[in-house]
């Protein structure tokens, strides 16, 4: 599965996102991509609002869906910042994140290849500009991005391996391992409902979300082992 732009993914651009232009026929957005965000280090998260720790910053970008990198849509950053940042302060191109071509290396999600394409734009695109914003501004990251091909593959692989655990731990199905069809068995969380009537439900979104995780490792563990088969350019190993 890949992501496409959508009608109600244009419909959400125009209202968060007012400077971005849409063509869901070819595929494509474009614009200027305004942001005001800051960075929760205590929750590891990017919050959206304005308050003094906040960065505001502007980019002209464009998203291809017709093309993708490691299952994601292509990403360019068409003002030149980046570039011309690297260039001012003699950093390789690559270690801020962009290939030679303009195009963005937004991290290894292949789980988020199932999302919409205004989730994309929220959870992907506009993290990686905000770091972009934040490490020409402070000097540092304001989280640890993955490491460059290989490396940055079995980093992946191995926070799967944990999100995966994790999720399987959770399930509540785990505990009647064995016993065939227990949707009328009583539930393990000891509510007194059956399975069916309390937890089957969430089960049934853990187990989605545990196939899709299972269905993304498949694919990291595919890129390292063509990884270790090529040498060279780090964009030939993440292609």
């Not at 990017?46 to 849509?73: A, G, Q, V, W």
């Not at 770091?131 to 593959?153: C, D, I, V």
């Not at 509540?172 to 016993?179: K, L, P, Q």
Request: aromatic content about 12%; overall charge neutral; proline content about 3%.
């Amino acid at each position: 599965m890949t992501i496409k732009l959508k009608k109600e993914d244009c419909s959400d651009i125009s209202i968060y996102f007012p400077e971005l232009n849409y063509e869901e026929n070819h595929q494509r957005i474009w614009g200027t991509l305004n942001f005001i965000c800051c960075y929760n280090e205590k929750k590891g998260e990017l919050e959206f609002k304005d308050d003094e720790n906040s960065i505001t910053d502007l980019y002209e970008i464009e998203i291809d869906f017709n093309k993708s990198h490691l299952r994601l849509p292509k990403v360019y950053e068409r003002s030149e910042k980046i570039i011309n940042y690297a260039k001012d302060q003699n950093i390789k191109l690559l270690d801020l994140h962009m290939f030679k071509d303009g195009s963005c290396c937004l991290g290894i999600y292949p789980e988020d290849a199932c999302i919409s394409a205004f989730e994309f734009l929220v959870r992907r695109v506009v993290p990686y500009f905000f770091w972009q914003s934040y490490y020409r501004l402070k000097g540092k990251e304001p989280w640890k991005a993955y490491a460059h091909g290989k490396n940055g593959y079995i980093e992946k692989d191995k926070e799967l391996t944990e999100t995966i655990s994790s999720c399987e731990d959770t399930l509540s199905w785990n505990i009647y391992s064995g016993m065939g069809n227990v949707r009328n068995c009583k539930c393990p969380c000891e509510s007194g409902k059956k399975y069916k009537k309390c937890c089957m439900a969430n089960d049934d979104v853990l187990r989605s979300k545990i196939s899709n995780l299972k269905q993304a490792q498949s694919s990291v563990k595919t890129w390292i082992e063509k990884a270790k088969n090529k040498k060279g350019d780090i964009k030939e190993m993440t292609d």
